[in-house]
């Protein structure tokens, strides 16, 4: 894992969400590209005034309104990212430029924090960072019951199992393994989702909150968001987990 130097006392959550090809140019682009956003870690709201900057580059971005940021013609190779806040915030980070690809990175900020959170940089899907942040849009519907980074830092130690369990979901466990199960009937084995991709309902027992950042669950099908639905229908409800590593 790259090193992390925390230097004042706050909350981030620093994540290389992936490194997508840059578009066609006329001629060979031999520098880098950094892109992304600065969201609140709380309620996922866009952060204005973020800085991010290359050492020893003389190169660096601000966040603006919608908390997006960008820093182009960067030299490839291991490079210190920092990343400022206001007078009370500032962190290095080391990331891998290389030549003509962007760098996207999602930098996720508790702004109130009195003491200072765990700092992690992480590799992570491109789809899956797209999909925690539709997590606090699918949110304010409140169609499920949501957990966020917060909450789900509150119950460290514990498995998605419990969590579930806590969330009135119906377990039916054998002498190996546990299924969740809804519907009116409580027949109905329930979807599970790790970084949108579909995994056997038993492994609710080998996914640990404190590698999670987020978790939705929905114990009806009809308030389970389309794309997670079950393709046969029914009243079959979901568990969406979101990974932080």
């Not at 066609?24 to 992304?36: E, S």
């Not at 709380?42 to 952060?47: A, C, D, M, R, S």
């Not at 013609?73 to 500032?90: E, F, K, N």
């Not at 690809?101 to 992570?124: F, G, H, M, N």
Request: hydrophobic share 45%; glycine share 12%.
């Amino acid at each position: 894992m790259p090193a992390v130097k925390p230097v004042a006392l706050s909350g981030l959550l620093v994540l290389c969400v992936g490194v997508p090809r840059l578009p066609a140019q006329v001629g060979r682009d031999t520098t880098a590209r950094i892109v992304g956003t600065a969201r609140s870690s709380t309620n996922g709201l866009p952060i204005a005034g973020v800085m991010v900057a290359l050492r020893g580059a003389r190169a660096f971005g601000v966040s603006d309104s919608a908390g997006a940021f960008a820093l182009a013609g960067l030299p490839p190779g291991r490079q210190t990212v920092r990343i400022l806040y206001r007078d009370s915030l500032s962190y290095d980070s080391e990331v891998t430029l290389k030549r003509g690809k962007t760098l996207a990175l999602s930098v996720l900020l508790d702004v109130d924090a009195v003491e200072l959170s765990p700092i992690v940089v992480e590799a992570r899907s491109w789809r899956a960072d797209r999909s925690l942040a539709g997590f606090y849009d699918r949110k304010k519907w409140r169609f499920g019951r949501f957990y966020t980074l917060a909450d789900l830092d509150r119950r460290h130690g514990l498995s998605l199992r419990t969590l579930l369990g806590e969330s009135g979901v119906q377990l039916r466990c054998g002498a190996m393994y546990c299924l969740p199960f809804s519907g009116i009937m409580g027949g109905c084995v329930m979807s599970l989702f790790y970084d949108g991709m579909r995994l056997p309902a038993d492994q609710i027992e080998m996914i640990r909150l404190d590698e999670l950042a987020g978790v939705e669950v929905y114990k009806h099908g009809f308030d389970v968001p389309i794309e997670f639905q079950n393709p046969f229908g029914g009243d079959c409800g979901a568990v969406l987990a979101w990974s932080r590593y």
